[in-house]
């Protein structure tokens, strides 16, 4: 990272970000527009305003976190890829557990990229995927190298909420005890099946007791 330097394109590629976050979609819009190589064109904040923004921009880097209000990055990949081809997916997110790593670049990501990464090593994925290169960042590709078998670790949170799912409570009542509203229990349900790189529910539960997480 120290020799990093961003060679330029004959012309300025266009990324689009999807983050629920809209601050922080801001703040990567002015560092990738700062940077010269790159214009941010689009920008959505969920899976739904995603799809209207690629049917009206044209986009070369689709940068795309894994946690959106109405479903997830990594399951949005492939849908992504077969209608948008020729669209390079670098996944933008803070989630650095392997198995979504796997799966995200499984399901068609060209790199992934930790928001707590180096403004260079941004710029470089961006240029990297452009180019039909492969981008980790560098505390990715640590983690792919040396902690392959790395056990999940869940949060007290992820823990209760997969303890509530265990004894079969419903979304309505989970949201309930954990004080929370119902659609961010589906969104952290949603998480949390991929997170443990589970099917379904059922398969949820079963690895839960088996593993015993809970």
């Given at each position: ?18 983050d ?9 819009e ?70 979504l790593i ?23 994925g ?61 969104s ?27």
């Amino acid at each position: 990272m120290d020799n990093f330097q961003l060679s330029t394109f004959n012309f300025q590629l266009k990324v689009a970000i999807v983050d629920d976050h809209k601050v922080v979609a801001e703040g990567f819009e002015h560092l990738i527009n700062e940077s010269g190589m790159a214009q941010v064109t689009g920008k959505a904040h969920s899976a739904t305003s995603c799809w209207r923004m690629l049917a009206d921009k044209t986009v070369d880097v689709l940068l795309l976190d894994v946690s959106l209000p109405d479903g997830n990055g990594v399951d949005l990949c492939p849908q992504i890829k077969a209608k948008y081809p020729d669209i390079k997916i670098l996944m933008l997110t803070s989630y650095s557990e392997l198995t979504l790593i796997m799966r995200a670049l499984e399901n068609g990501a060209s790199g992934y990229i930790l928001k707590s990464a180096m403004t260079e090593e941004i710029l470089e994925g961006i240029q990297a995927v452009a180019s039909g290169r492969q981008f980790l960042c560098e505390e990715v590709d640590m983690l792919m190298k040396k902690e392959e078998n790395r056990p999940v670790r869940l949060s007290r949170r992820e823990q209760e909420l997969l303890r509530l799912i265990v004894e079969g409570r419903s979304n309505s009542e989970i949201a309930a005890s954990m004080y929370l509203g119902y659609e961010t229990i589906k969104s952290y349900r949603k998480n949390l099946i991929l997170k443990l790189n589970a099917h379904n529910t059922a398969a949820l539960v079963k690895m839960a007791i088996e593993q015993k997480l809970v």
